[in-house]
């Protein structure tokens, strides 16, 4: 069966930290999954920002509502999503990573 994570405990080597942002204005449904170990799927508002963990194997699809059900929009490496953390001090990097996304906006 397979499991779902929520929490940011790391539990393998294999895992990776990962961060996505809905920048569209439409709602959208990421899903993830590893044959027979991981799925992962959640509903993303415009604008909402979210940290998961993947396998750094994993792709992430990303979909699109329409009124004839969930289309594909697009399909990225949970790998390109990680989240980069220095030694010294994890909390300052992640924050300038979310600044710098704001900046994006």
Known sequence: MPKSTNSLSFQSSDEILCYYLNSTSEIQVIKSECPETWEFERVVFPGQRLFFEAFSTAHLEIY??????LQLAARVKCERLQVMQEHSS???TVSTFLGQQLAAC
């Open 90 to 92: 994890s909390f300052t």
């Open 64 to 69: 699109k509502a329409k009124n004839s059900g």
